[in-house]
Structures are given as C-alpha cells and as structure tokens.
C-alpha cells in the first residue's frame, strides 16, 4: 500500500509535494489496471522464457491447484461451500489462475462419466458428503460428474479465474507411485491412443471458454516403462493433438522422474508444427528429495538441490521457453523443519528466475483419500472446511512472486537490483533518511546496482551498503564504497549469504533483527558439519528487476537532499 512521504522530504514547497503525491496515485492505478487487462486479455502465446497476451505483455500464472481426480470425480470441497464461493476466493487469496485437475477416464470412460455426483458418492458410502454437496451446490448435486466437471469450469472463468486443465492420471484416484499403472505410456492404465482421445476431447469441449488457457498434458511421467523416445514419441503427438482441436490454448509438456528431470531437452528439442505455445513444467517439494533439508546442513542442501533444479529442468528459461512449476508447496503448520528449509531456499529461487507457478494446493480437506473420510490436507491454503485460510503469513511470503519483476509491459523503469529476503517475502527498503534499512513489502523495495566491485550502491546515488563495525548493528549507507565494509560477497552453497568485513577484518553476513531492521551479524550455518542451524534469517536474494517501486519514485524527492549531503557530510551515515 502507498505511503505518505516521509518528513525528510518537507524541504520541498507543499504544492509540488501535492504534485508528486498524486503522481503517484495515478500511476498506481495506471498500474492496477494494466495488471486488470493483462488478466483478462486471452488468448496467451509466448515470447522466448515469457507467456504473453494478445498485446504481447507479460502475463504471469500464480496459480493454485484444485484436485478434481480422485475417486468421486469431482472437484473437492463443494460439500463445504458453493462452487462461486471458492472460485471467487481464489482471487481474493491473490491467485490468478487455477491449474484444475482431470483423470482421463473421466472424458473417455462413458460408463463413468454418465453417472451421477449423487451416485458417484453414494457408490464410495459417502453420505455426509451428499448432504453437504446438497446444502452448498444442489444444482450440481445431480448433474453427471462429467457436466460437473464443466460446471466448475464455468464457475472459474465466470469468476475470471484463468484455467489450466491437468490431466493428472487416468484411473480416477491419488497420485503418485511407480507402480500405479498410470505412470507411463503402455501401463495399465495408461493407453497412449486412448489418452490422445482424451485429451483432443477436452480441448475441444473446453474451446469457447476463453478462461481456459492452457493444457497439461500429463502430470508426473514415471515408472519402469519411462523412457525418453516415448516422451518424444507421445508428447509430441499429444501436443499436436490438442493444438489441432483448440489452437488458443498453451500446450505444457512435463518432465519424467515425476516431473522432475526435463534434461533430455539439453540435447534433443521438442519438434512441433507450431511455435508460440509451448511451455514446460517441473514440480518440487521438500520431500522430493527426502529428509535432506532437515538432516542435513541447510546451506548445502539449497545448494545441491538449486543445482538439480537448474540443471534438469530451469535451463529451459536460457533456452527460450517458459518454465511453469506446476506443483511445490509445504506443510501449512509451520512445524515441519525439512519443509521451512526447503521452501525459504526454493522461495528465493522463484523470486530470482521469476517463473510461472501453481501452488499445491487450494484443498482444504478431501471428500476421500488413502481410505480415509474428511482428510485433512496440511499443505492446503484453505483449512478444513474451506472457509478459513489456514496460514495468512504464507500467503503473504508468496505475494511477492505473484507479480512479475520483470518481462515484456514491464519495462517501467531502468533495470536495477532488489534485495529480497525468502523467509518474510519482504524487500530491504529505506523509510527515510534519517532510519535503519529494514524489511518492507517489495512493491516499496529500494532500487540497487551490484557493482562490479561488488558494492551494492542505491540506483542514482553516491550512497552504498556498508557495514557497521559492530556486531549487530544496522548496515549502513555511506558513501565510501571502496573499503572491505561495502564489499558484499555472495557466499556459502546456497549463494544467499551476503557477507562483508569489519574494519577488524571480521567476516559478517548482513541479518534480521526482530523488528526486521537490516543487521550485520556473525555469518552462520556456513560448515556443512552443521546440520541443526537454520540460516533462514540471513538469506538475502539479490533479483533483477525492471518495475518501478515507491522508492524509484521517491528518488524525485531526495535527490537535491542526496547533492547536499554529498558535499557537506561526505562519508556520514544517513
């Protein structure tokens, strides 16, 4: 939200303050309506690592996924509230998008899909749920679980949610393991021809509904049988299927190894017959790579994993296609220590590559999973009964990435720097000019360049990071940005340390106080010997951005107060 300008700024006359001010009222709303046409303007294309609309600006997918596949067939959680209730809730949580979920049988099965919502539960003895689905939805309580499916669609773009459709498996059920028969083409389960069927089927039936922007054409490709001629094989005629049947929507191809591993695009691109539609997608979570984060030393853990991820899967950024990571997430509890890890590592990742996302998951409870009635999800935005957020903190550390940092319609302002902190979602800002550096939203972010001497300098200033030559002290702007203290080296495994010396040659990191104030402390977790500390409160990403903020404004305003200091209090702290 806009802020008044600070007092340091009075020495301007009232009526160009009064200038300013509404300045930047007006290009706020300037913004917020370009960020509302960008929204609604379908189709979308892509240009090299952007997705894209009709006028060619940046649209990004902040999405959240909402299981429809399992057992019943039918979107969770309409025994707890009304279809148009979650659809418009997902926007009001910040989300744009929905990556919905789908079992092939569904479009391909006529036996399956004819049936029922009522009968689909009565056949699992779910009857509580059916006095739920009556009291919440009744007009879709009898309707086919197919015209279901539908219904729910209908209700996401009325509510100007935009859809990517997932299918997600064949045989309506959870997912995932190696030996579900629905992992890989030719399992049990998974009739390569019958799928192609399903998918032009869905692309076709879902062509007017502008809202639906994209396909996924298989979640998490797995098993004894993957290999990769048959992605190639298969994937690409699903491609050129769906393609075929709606040419508007994105076509997103995922990886094996549950969707983990797209390296096989290192030495073998994707051959198609259309261009400006592709996407590829890659999951990750905390568990995907076991107790590792918790057991291990965090440092070394980000490091390992970043690696991985780069290497087999985000590297399609550099070679010009869009990187959507359809599934990540983590227990919403907040007590699940390989989780918090991983996701302050993985948070700083999102932020610095800016990809497209789906967050795992809207689900705030199942109907029926794992045998169990009324699951609870941790790993749910909603809570049990879908009405509650379940974790409001979360959902303000991951606002920060909801917005592009940059990408074609965003070029607002000249390229600089933005130090952003995983663990809060926040960006280092400067209040005033007389106050500490400290954590605040990032959209009031302070705009910096990375000097090649590795001084970080604020964007059209003389002033530059130093820091204090005591422990846990605020870091400081100075204007002597050639000494040892205002050099910041990106340091430890996970490249998110930033450190920097004292006078004394002491090796500090820059830290978090507990009232978010920008500190320099003892740099820690750094020995990989150490696999209980948590380094959380001293990962800093440096991001790139092109978007202007408060503070790229406010320049306006402190500009004349900057000269003046500069030649009368050269060196002196501000």
């Given amino acids: 939200m806009w802020k008044s300008p600070s007092s340091s700024s009075s020495s301007y006359p009232l009526n160009i303050s009064f200038f300013i001010i509404n300045l930047f009222l007006l290009v706020l709303i300037i913004n917020q309506h370009v960020v509302v046409v960008i929204v609604s303007s379908q189709p979308l294309y892509t240009n090299s ?33 009304p279809v148009d209730a979650i ?72 509510n100007n949610v935009m859809i990517i459709l997932d299918n997600h498996i064949s045989k309506p059920g959870w997912c995932c393991s190696r030996f579900d028969g629905n992992g890989f083409f030719g399992d049990e389960y998974f009739d390569p021809h019958l799928w192609i069927q399903g998918l032009t089927k869905v692309a076709t039936t879902f062509k007017a509904t502008t809202n639906v922007v994209g396909m996924s054409l298989r979640n998490e490709l797995r098993g004894p049988l993957q290999n990769v001629d048959d992605w190639y094989r298969y994937m690409q005629k699903g491609a050129e299927a769906v393609h075929a049947a709606n040419s508007d929507v994105l076509i997103i191809l995922s990886g094996l190894s ?8 290192h030495q073998r691109p994707v051959n198609l017959t259309f261009s400006g539609k592709l996407v590829f997608e890659i999951h990750r979570y905390g568990f995907t790579d076991g107790d590792t984060w918790s057991a291990d030393n965090a440092n070394q853990a980000c490091g390992e994993v970043l690696n991985d991820m780069l290497s087999r899967g985000a590297f399609v950024l550099e070679q010009g296609y869009p990187l959507f990571v359809s599934e990540f997430g983590a227990d919403q509890r907040g007590t699940n220590v390989n989780d918090n890890r991983y996701f302050n590592c ?128 605020p870091a400081k702007l100075s204007m002597i940005c050639s000494d040892d203290g205002s050099k910041w080296d990106i340091i430890s495994d996970s490249k998110m340390h930033l450190s920097s010396k004292l006078q004394d040659a002491t090796s500090v990191c820059l830290d978090v106080d507990p009232n978010n104030v920008i500190v320099t402390q003892t740099c820690k977790c750094l020995s990989t010997n150490d696999t209980t500390c948590d380094p959380g409160s001293q990962w800093f990403k440096i991001i790139d951005s092109t978007r202007a903020t408060k503070t790229t404004k406010s320049f306006l305003q402190i500009k004349p107060i900057i000269h003046f200091l500069a030649r009368n209090f050269f060196g002196s702290y501000i």
């Fill in 49 to 81: 690592r952007w997705i894209v609309n009709s006028k060619g600006q940046r649209v990004k997918l902040a999405c959240v996924n909402w299981v429809s596949h399992m057992d019943v067939m039918l979107a969770e959680g309409l025994n707890h509230q």
């Fill in 346 to 473: 993985f948070l700083g990742l999102a932020a610095e590559l800016d990809f497209d996302w789906a967050l795992w998951t809207l689900v705030g409870s199942y109907y029926l999973r794992d045998g169990i009635v009324g699951l609870n999800e941790y790993y749910g935005i909603l809570d049990w009964n879908w009405f509650d957020i379940r974790n409001s903190s979360f959902l303000q550390r991951i606002s920060v990435i909801r917005t592009p940092f940059q990408g074609p319609g965003y070029a607002e302002t000249r390229p600089h720097k933005v130090i952003f902190h995983p663990m809060t979602g926040l960006c280092v800002q400067r209040t005033s000019l007389l106050q500490p550096l400290e954590l605040g939203p990032c959209s009031e972010a302070e705009a910096w360049s990375y000097a090649p001497t590795k001084a970080l300098i604020v964007l059209g200033t003389y002033f530059c990071l130093q820091a204090d030559n005591k422990l846990g002290q």
């Fill in 258 to 265: 549950f969707d983990k591993d797209l390296s096989f695009l």
């Fill in 87 to 158: 659809s418009k809730s997902i926007i009001n949580m910040g989300f744009n998008c929905v990556r919905l979920t789908w079992p092939l049988y569904l479009f391909t099965n006529d036996s399956l899909s004819s049936i029922t919502v009522r009968q689909s539960f009565k056949n699992l003895g779910l009857f509580s749920s059916i006095i739920g689905l009556q009291a919440n939805n009744p007009s879709i309580v009898d309707l086919s679980v197919l015209d279901a499916y539908k219904a729910v669609v209908a209700s996401l773009a009325k």
